[in-house]
């Protein structure tokens, strides 16, 4: 039996991802809020794959290659900060240098990461 395609959970969890980032990001967990913050992009660009193509998305976490596959009209400025997120997901996903890794993210930077993402779900939902 198929899976039914359902955009709405993959927006949902995408929701939920952005809130685990926000109280990471809280307690100081800057890696984990860097990586959730990735997720809830991920899992937005994957809900918006099944909207246009209805097709259930592949399991890898490049955000430019759903980005490709949904031919999302990305602004420049988002496009930017997409690339940069997604070469950013792999070293906050297996950090070579944990403690490197921690001194490198402050809770400044992340929160700056954090609020870049803010709004990201949420226009590609409105696609």
Same mark, same amino acid.
């Given at each position: 039996m198929e899976k039914q395609l359902?955009?709405?959970e993959w927006f949902l969890q995408s929701d939920y991802? /952005?809130?685990v980032a926000d109280s990471m990001l809280q307690t100081g967990r800057n890696i984990y809020?860097?990586?959730?913050?990735h997720l809830s992009v991920e899992k937005a660009l994957k809900g /918006?794959?099944?909207?246009?193509? $209805?097709k259930i998305p592949p399991?890898?976490? $490049? /955000?430019?290659?759903?980005?490709?596959? *949904?031919?999302?009209?990305?602004?420049?400025?988002?496009n930017v900060f997409l690339?940069?997120? $997604?070469? /950013?997901?792999?070293?906050t996903r297996y950090p070579e240098d944990l403690r490197k890794m921690i001194a490198l993210y402050t809770k400044k930077q992340t929160a700056d990461i954090?609020?870049? *993402?803010?709004s990201v779900p949420q226009w590609i939902k409105d696609q």
């Amino acid at each position: 039996m198929e899976k039914q395609l359902k955009y709405e959970e993959w927006f949902l969890q995408s929701d939920y991802d /952005l809130e685990v980032a926000d109280s990471m990001l809280q307690t100081g967990r800057n890696i984990y809020s860097i990586f959730m913050c990735h997720l809830s992009v991920e899992k937005a660009l994957k809900g /918006l794959y099944i909207k246009r193509l $209805n097709k259930i998305p592949p399991k890898i976490h $490049n /955000l430019m290659y759903f980005v490709g596959k *949904t031919a999302l009209d990305v602004p420049d400025e988002a496009n930017v900060f997409l690339a940069w997120i $997604n070469e /950013l997901s792999i070293t906050t996903r297996y950090p070579e240098d944990l403690r490197k890794m921690i001194a490198l993210y402050t809770k400044k930077q992340t929160a700056d990461i954090y609020q870049q *993402t803010k709004s990201v779900p949420q226009w590609i939902k409105d696609q």
